[in-house]
């Protein structure tokens, strides 16, 4: 946040990330566990996103604020994240 001079939900981290290794953005895969900080912004800007769920199954969303935004993939933890990427 930092270096970039702005903390998420601001696009100014996805952008960074396009600077420093190109697109396409639908080829980069933001990993994250916040609909709202992570893949919303993310979706907006044509990242592929993947949601880690750890509140699967419970109410609420803990300390996150909702969001609409949609993941292109959800797991319930980083094992099932590294399982589903090994696995394509």
């Not at 080829?27 to 880690?52: C, K, M, N, Y």
Request: aromatic fraction near 6%.
């Amino acid at each position: 946040a930092q270096q970039v001079g702005s903390y998420k939900p601001d696009p100014g981290h996805f952008h960074e990330i396009l600077d420093r290794f190109g697109g396409p953005q639908e080829r980069i895969l933001h990993v994250a566990q916040s609909l709202f900080h992570d893949v919303a912004p993310a979706r907006e800007l044509g990242f592929t996103t993947l949601w880690i769920n750890r509140r699967a199954g419970q109410a609420g969303s803990g300390a996150t604020p909702l969001a609409d935004a949609v993941p292109h993939a959800q797991v319930p933890d980083m094992a099932a994240a590294a399982r589903l990427l090994l696995d394509e």
